[in-house]
């Protein structure tokens, strides 16, 4: 076998995915075993790998190397897909299922239908979504990295409304820096320090903005400047840059002067590619060329050591835990043979600490379908599911605005993400979408067949009116703020099974007022703005759709964010919450809850960043726990 | 390689800044040369197919672009002023670089083993054994182009210069030539060194140039290794030496100082089968496999001109496009070479124009040429 080369950061050393069988897991005693290998995960075994702990992650996805190859694969089944949504450039896999938009619609009991993963049964449907492969969601993710608001962490206190965090942003802070150096965030602290987010003197980002899109500064010649009345209070918007987690011109003056070294394309072999973003327009779901951060950057260095171990094709079907002490005492997990069959091996791997990173859907669909509710003194597993609920508005321009071209999204408006409003109405972000009605509609595709099937346009003709509708599309994503609530869950039913007899997360998820009233605000702010701009507004709105929600006798669709959040929330004491502010679990010692599931709220910020700051800080408690339970273990190499 | 950094200033053919400069555009001439090659290959093969050849002739020729800007760095150090829109900077292919003691010529065709073959020569590292050894002699009868060997007469020298046919002579001795690419860059270091021992003498320096001029690395990354910012001896000497040991890897090694894969190295991969990891020794790669289709891949007719294209107008009309735009980019780089460099990051959407548009070309069969497929000329 081939050895590791420890110094290139781009080097995913070769068969690490595929050379540790389940067996093999399953007879060692691990320092430290991770369900999922996302971003989450990554974080916490590379950290846990620098600190000297042997660590096994368990992956539900397939088993295959973080290669070029492996990536290539998801990149031509991509272009090859006929409906391109987050989950199109990966296999079909019915042992570990992911939730597709395409799939959304209630289910009716005794339905005998095995067509879809999220089991939902209200009339309203939520579209979200989350990926199951090596890397998890990152591979799907946009890149927009956010920190939360300081007020975000304490919105009860300040305005009555959701609940605090256990945490202020003064806590998190020194971790938000350390997640914007894994991820690589290209932005501008001047851009970023608004509405009371603030950097340490000096600090800088990794890398340099994003350069704003033509559409971006377009919208903020009608946008800058305009004035907004809210709660009795005014508010003036501008257009502003986001932080993306996507490789750019690196900002010379970072620590200190050191610098920063952009992280591209992961690869068992030296590619140089990736190592800045060339504008090619389909962040979401995969860039071509791995400019976009995803987890097997981290898991790469993770790896390096040799002390971390992965197990793909396991799915993990239960939390084994000793009843006397409430410790966990092991995982099982499903090892399935092949993507085409559903027979599979059981095995259970035991180690000192347990990690759940499986993204907020799947550690509670776990810990439900492991009975741990009945341990649970909160029972709040699986309560107080959480998404940005996103409202769509498009308007066409009156003049071409180079719409297609930069990374999906550049700028927005976030003047409206903080404020006294909040104590009655949900603040939001807005997004100015460079890759046009997409989203909406169904662009570019629709406007194609519009072109050739309804007005019968053909060759130069059909080429000039397509380039010409295209590059004047202008959608707004309205990113709303949906509190927790404790009848927004995720459970199991013993009716909903996989193919390889795993729970299927059953899904209850409803807008509430609160979050209308933004919406409904958010309709009318688009309305403004399109004015402003001279264009004219095509937004309709279908009540017969999934996504309906009616509001004070309106319609809107609300679709989902894929920001999946709050099943297992952290808080002061085992009554209120499900973790700590390490994101212990109150009721297992030995277990840890590491993900999107232990925020408290999500405010408007995409989550990302906020569970990677989170992962970086758990870390540094179960090194102290690991500590205090053993020595540290020789590294093999 | 014998490029080194504190030689004493014997023996160096460079004794006019002038001259200097002479040397400097030749090195921009060379470095570039390689490019054509590289992309047609490069584009030369079946989209989805042959990702391993793909990865490694792109990263290849991404480099070459990086010595492109190094040496312009240093010539824009000395004072001098890069030019590459001159008529004769893009060579007439087939031409004749220099590199080993075989004086070979380089193709425009499709991927294929002779292709590699001339990239393996191109990139072989041909350290010169002793002093006498860094030059060949001109062997004009071999070419054809003199019956008795010696130099042409200088209005023909000046037309064959012209032509971009020949490159790697030594400027003012049309008798000779470097062994390799490595000898033609340790020769500039030692005129750098000579000029500057001199200038120091009298007080002054040669490192006149406007340092606004310098193209920085926030301007120009991927693909490995980074922008030098050239201001005075140490940084010409440390950007001339990464171009010379990226493509040959340093003192025989593998890798070069920045743990890049030498050029020579990453092709050898294709003909090994095998990657390179750290450790191995040069001919011995023990990384993953890989896999080179051979037969995945457009039958580029090989140093197609556009006079070939006569009974194929919209293939004409293609390739003509193609060459302006190849013009275009080159001006802007140029451009970016002469005081605008932020001008490299705007020319990054020419060079998907160059690749949508060679693509165009290279996936059309010729008419009159049953089983072969048109590609770029290259003529501008």
Known sequence: MTSYDDTDQMIFPAGAATQTSAAEAAKGEWDAVIVGGGMAGSIVAEQLSQAGYRVVILEAGPGKDLDLAEYESYLSRFYGAVIKDNQSPYPFNPNARMPRSTDTMPVHPGTPRDDFYLVQEDKYCTDTTFTRVLGGTSMHWEGKALRMLPEDFNLQTKYGQGLNWPLSYDDLEPYY????????????????????????????????????SYLDQTVARGVDGMRVNLADDDYTLQVRSFPQARNGVPNAAYDGGKGFVPVGAVSTSQVEEGERCQGNTNCVPICPVQAKYHAGKTLAKALRKGNVKIVTQAVASKVEINEQDQRVTGITIKNYQSLDSDSYETYTVKGTVYILCAHAIENARLMLASDMQRMSRSKLIGRNLMDHAYLLSWGLLPEPAGTMRGTSCTSGITDLRGGRFRGTQAGFGVDIHNDGWGWATGSPYTDLVELVDKRGL????????????????????????????????????????????????????????????????????????????????????????????????????????????????????????VVDHTQQSWDHDNLYLVGPGSLPSIGTSNISLTMAALAFRSSTHIVRQLRAAKAPATVRS | MSVSESEPSQGSKIQTIEELHQYLYKGLQLEHATLPPYL???????????????????????????????????????????????????????????????????????????????????????????????????????????????????????????????????????????LSIGEFYEEIIRGINHLEDQARKAGTTIFTGDPARQVTPEYFYSGGGDVIKVTGRDTAVAALTLVAEQGEGLHGGIFDSQDEIAHYYRFQQLEKGRYYQKGDNPGEPSGPDLNVDWSAVYPVKPDIKLADLAGDPEILAAAKEFNQSYATFLTSINLAYNGQPDLLLKAVWEMFRIRDSMNRLIRNPLTGHPGANAGPTFEL
């Open chain 2, 40 to 178: 047609t290959a490069l584009y030369s093969l079946h989209p989805g197919k042959n990702s391993d050849a793909w990865h490694v002739i792109r990263v290849v020729a991404v480099e070459e672009m990086l010595h492109l800007t190094l040496v312009a760095n240093v010539m824009n150090a000395v004072g001098g002023t890069p030019d590459l829109t001159k008529p004769s900077f893009v060579p007439n292919y087939p031409t004749r670089l220099p590199c080993g003691p075989d004086y070979f010529k380089v193709h425009l065709r499709p991927f294929s083993d002779e292709a590699l073959d001339t990239f393996l020569k191109i990139e072989k590292p041909a350290p010169a054994a002793s002093e006498e050894d860094r030059f060949v002699p001109m062997d004009w009868a071999a070419l054809g182009l003199t019956s008795n060997g010696s130099a042409p007469p200088p209005d023909k020298l000046a037309e064959l210069e012209e032509s971009g046919t020949i490159l790697g002579l030594v400027p003012g001795e049309p008798t000779q030539r470097f």
């Open chain 1, 458 to 577: 053909r060759g130069r003709d059909l080429r000039r009116t397509l380039g010409n509708q295209i590059s004047r599309q202008l959608l707004l994503a309205f990113m709303i703020d949906l509190l927790p609530d404790r009848s927004n869950t995720v459970t199991v039913d013993d009716r909903y099974k996989d193919a390889i007899g795993n729970l299927k997360p059953v899904v209850s998820l409803k807008i509430p007022p609160y979050t209308m009233r933004g919406a409904a605000f958010a309709r009318k702010l688009a309305t403004d703005i399109f004015e402003k701009l001279g264009a004219e507004d095509r937004t309709t709105y279908d009540k017969d759709r999934y996504s309906a929600v009616e509001h004070d006798g309106q319609w809107y669709n609300i679709v989902g964010g894929n920001h999946l959040a709050g099943t297992h929330i952290m808080g002061t004491n085992p009554a209120n919450s």
């Open chain 1, 177 to 212: 820096r350390q997640a914007e150096a894994e991820l690589g965030v290209a932005a501008e602290v001047e851009d970023q320090t608004y509405l009371g987010m603030y950097f340490p003197r000096g600090y800088v980002f990794p890398m340099h903005r994003m350069p704003p």
